[in-house]
């Protein structure tokens, strides 16, 4: 594979002003105008997420009507009941709700749908069970926003629906008793792009205030709302939001929570203890448990984990979880090889297409979602991973580059049974006889954006291996959390000797690289192609401090090289 590598190259002006009133450096002055912080507020947002800086929960729309239903049935004893989608962000959000409502003494209970016994969106059957056995209020989160006739449906039954979500909003909204979500139109919230679990916590610091105004916590503790601050992080690094504004301020904040934090279950994921923890840590090590349980298993079992406080039961639903994980890792193995060859397949017969639609009746629908993004990564492409069963088809879709899904999959709306999501990523369910007019009109749709599928690194700044020292990394680390919409910042140094070289474990390569006197240990995971030594060459890389041989250095991380 050969990457396009492109250096940005912020307004000089720009970089120069922030860096004079910052008192910073020039290059990280560079880094932050290439991340839109341009001025002295820009930068204490950025580098001062407090919790002060969060917009009133009460701008969202929705959320005077929802706080008022939901204190009535508080204060009367009515059976609420959470509705929750069974990926990493539903399942956050969920507990954040239980956990507020069980600590203030309200009615309330949980219930996350299976995956594959009751499939994709709301169920109506279980929500009748629910009402059946006493629930008059259901409160869902991260899903309701395009189920019009399942909530018409439910006003057959003896119970109100307030939807919580932060999905694209379609044009005919659901018929509840209150929506909550900022893409809602005429939703006054400044910011949009923020998760499931970060409406909840919006809605529980809505709900505290009132019950704060009519002297509610008189009798009953108040709860510290920041205490789940570490569930918003995890269900926002999860679902791959945007780590600026708002979810800045979560992230950030509810990263410090984990050392801390109250859940034991939440711990018990994470393979060490530390004293700090990194978007990382919860993509590699929480996430990926969480997700799980939602794929091949029971997603409630996660929210169990979470809310449990006996040592002997976090142990058993963990030993659950890590099954589900092996499990989930293998089925997905499994359908990634036969999806990558039928996209090699696909694109050595027509090399032009811009898009990937990929089906089999033999592919398990909880993994769909990480191979679609797997074939993204590969090809560059948007790409949709069907699973097909007695002839109704489950799809996930992914993409790269600047491309809405969500509008596509609106203009292929007569061949779809019912979709819904967000720009980047999102779901379908289709009639097996319609996907090969889905798959023209999903082409077609592709290709009215102006976007170039080559594979592209962004590069932040060209650096001198002299200027990487102890000072340069820890202003880097300044601007940590990283993740989307802030990366990890990469560099580009042109003409390095090769040194030394070692083949590590077969399949990474370790060089010592050096240039007009510095030397550097840079490391490059799952190498592409070897170097010879005494050879000029162009690298592109991270920083990061890296224990090795029982001390502890700067290293490189290579992303990409190329013989200069």
């Known amino acids: 594979m050969s990457y396009f590598w492109n250096l940005k190259r912020p307004n000089k002006e720009k970089v120069d002003f922030l860096s004079a009133e ?3 450096s020039k290059i990280l002055s560079e880094l932050l105008v290439s991340r839109d912080v341009i001025n002295k507020d820009d930068a204490s947002l950025f ?20 706080t008022n239903r939901l204190i009535k049935a508080i204060e009367s004893g009515e059976k609420i009941v959470i509705y929750g989608d069974f990926d990493c962000d539903g399942i956050t959000s969920t507990t954040i709700l239980y956990n ?10 949980f219930y996350i749908p299976e995956r594959i016994k009751e499939g994709y ?55 509840a008793f209150s929506i909550v979500n900022p893409k809602q139109l005429d939703c006054e919230y400044p910011f949009k792009e923020i998760c499931a679990a970060g409406v909840a916590f919006n809605l529980i610091m809505a709900l505290r205030y009132k019950l704060r105004e009519i002297g509610y916590f008189e009798f009953i503790k108040e709860p510290n709302l920041a ?54 840590d919860v993509s590699f090590e929480i996430a990926p448990k969480i997700n799980a349980t ?32 092996s499990k989930r890792r293998v089925i997905q193995e499994k359908v990634a090889s036969e999806a990558l060859i039928l996209a090699e397949k696909v694109l050595s017969e027509k090399p032009e297409k811009a898009s990937l639609v990929l089906y089999s009746e033999d592919w398990h629908p909880g993994v769909i979602g990480i191979v679609a993004s797997r074939i993204v990564e590969k090809y560059n492409r948007p790409c949709a991973i069907i699973s097909i069963k007695d002839e109704i088809g489950k ?5 790269a580059n600047n491309i809405n899904l969500f509008t596509i999959l609106e203009n292929c709306a007569t061949s779809l049974m019912q979709f819904g999501g967000h720009s980047g990523a999102a779901g379908l369910t289709i009639s097996i006889d319609k996907i090969e ?83 550097k240990r840079a490391l490059w995971f799952n190498y592409r192609e070897n170097v010879a030594l005494n050879t000029e060459i162009d690298l592109v890389y991270s920083i990061q401090r890296d224990t090795y041989n029982g001390s502890t250095s700067i290293t490189l991380f290579v992303q990409d090289l190329r013989v200069a």
């Open 395 to 399: 799809g996930s879709l992914r993409t």
């Open 121 to 175: 969106g709301m169920n109506f059957d279980s929500i009748k069970g629910l009402a059946d056995n006493g629930a008059t209020l259901v409160l869902s989160t991260d899903c309701g926003i395009s189920e019009n006739v399942l909530i018409d449906k439910c006003k057959t039954l003896d119970l109100d629906f307030i939807i919580t979500d932060h999905h694209t909003v379609p044009n005919d909204i659901p018929n």
């Open 22 to 24: 910052l008192s910073i």
């Open 100 to 109: 507020f409502l069980s600590s203030i003494e309200a009615s309330v209970s």
């Open 437 to 519: 007019i889905f798959q023209e009109t999903f082409e077609d749709s592709v290709k009215e954006y102006d976007c170039s599928f080559e594979e592209r690194l962004e590069v932040d700044a060209e650096i001198n291996l002299g200027d990487i020292d102890t000072k340069f990394l820890n202003e880097i680390k300044r601007m940590e959390p990283f993740g989307k919409g802030n990366p990890n910042p990469l560099f580009v140094t042109n003409k390095v000797v090769v040194k030394s070289k070692k083949i590590l474990k077969d399949k990474h390569l370790e060089l010592t690289i050096s240039k007009d006197g510095a030397t």
């Open 47 to 66: 580098f001062n997420p407090s919790l002060d800086k969060l917009p009133s929960p009460f701008l969202m729309k929705g959320m005077e009507a929802t």
């Open 294 to 325: 939602g794929r091949v298993g029971s997603a409630s079992n996660a929210v169990k984990l979470l809310i449990e406080k006996e040592d002997s039961k976090i142990e058993s639903l963990l030993a659950i979880i890590e099954q589900d994980n």
């Open 227 to 280: 205490r789940d601050l570490d569930l918003v992080a995890v269900g926002t690094i999860a679902d791959s939001m945007p780590i600026v504004g708002v979810n800045r301020i979560f992230v950030y904040n509810g990263l410090k929570e984990i050392p801390v934090s109250n859940k034991k279950g939440l711990l018990a994921l994470l393979k060490k203890n530390k004293k700090n923890y990194s978007t990382r």
